[in-house]
């Protein structure tokens, strides 16, 4: 660059010019400007002239035709629609169902692509194995009643079933504690006869000052644990200082699950 | 109603769901789409992929289109000069292997780049008239760089201003007019220096 001329313009400001000048927008001073520096600048006429030909080179290119089948490929690849001639505008007031679609088909459009597919059918597919081992099958829901009623009847149907089995399972534990209660009012009489069998190791002076734990309870038949005079562990023994310090529960007359058994069995009856 | 509210009108109908809007602006646009990608990509076969993946990209995202921001023509070439901008960074249309020794089209028996360049008679206007010449400019077009090619395309064949030039290439004013400049001397000294090499 030639750098500034008699005209008062720099290269850089021709340059920055160059394109509103070809646009043949430039007027008045700043084309006159424009044009003294070219004719002092022979690097700028250059540059204008090389400009001016690759813009007219450019320009004079005419425009390509497409492809006859590009407008129906697009098409077909966007709304799957093949072009028409006459294009029929569908109205406004059309099905519900096709405007749903109108609405949704850009919406899915990302969606509706083959991995998506590939993807969905594979967890459909596990899922469906999952269901059958186990145990489901889909035949089976031909039978569901999906009705209020149907629904509502299954409800008290299922209430009816988990009431029962609670029932019967307080019946079992109910008998059992009855049982338990029976024997342990057995204990008493076993345990007086066995009572010089324990008193024996006792007189032993040699194992007076022997440590408790090393003391082992002798079965008698009965579970050890419930033996209310039954000295030496502590399992055995903890029934026999309950029972002391609390009088009334030596009361054999009316165990408290006697007469929940009662209840439940009057109740059962009526 | 001017054409931006007509094609505004155009695209709320098209995502409201009406095909027929849809194909209207296909109608409208798959040439002008088509030329930019020929232009910038130098093959026919080549641009048609790239206008039917250019419609489809569109056709996804045309809810995206706001009225406010830009006309729906600058929205459109900017759709299509970053799907060729991708493509092109991908190298798939970065082929720039035609010689001297080439014909145009690869005919056998046609004319080479050479050949065409040696006729001197006739000045760059009356050559551009021919139909050998065109396809010259073209091969010539295909040699700038991607920025120069892009910014000459929009301007001098698809007659955008340079806002929306600027708009869609993301750069600034002053940077199209640069660049549109740059794209035209590169383009005459390519052919200028093309014919020297024969002469």
Redesign the interface.
Known sequence: MAGETQSGMQCAEV??L???A?DGVLHGPTLAAFEAHQQGCATCRS?VE???????????????E??RN??H???A???G?L??EH????PRGEGWME?L???L??VF??VATPRFAMSFGMAFFSITMLLGIAGFRFGDMRDWDLTSKGIRKAYYNTEARVMRYYENMRLVYEIESRVRDLRRAATPDNTQSNQPQQEVPATNPNQKNAPKSEIRPQHNGSHPGYSRDMGGPELASYPAVTLATNPQARQPSAPPSSFYLGGHLERRTA | MDDNQAVNALVRRCVSGDAAAWQDIVQQYHRRIFNICYRFSGSSDDASDLTQEVFIKMYRTLSTFDTTRASFMTWVTTVTRNLLVDHFRKGKYDRITDSLDATPGNQEDGLTIAEQLEDRRASPESRVRSQETQKLVHEALRRLSPELREAVILRDLQDLDYKDIAKVLNVPEGTVKSRINRGRTELARLLQRTYKQVS
């Open positions: 340059e920055a160059l394109a509103e070809l540059m090389e400009a001016r030909a690759g813009m007219s080179l450019l320009q004079a290119l005419e425009e390509a497409p492809p590009l407008m490929n697009i098409l690849q966007t709304i629609a072009p028409s294009a029929v505008v569908k405007k679609k109108g609405r088909a850009p459009a990302g």
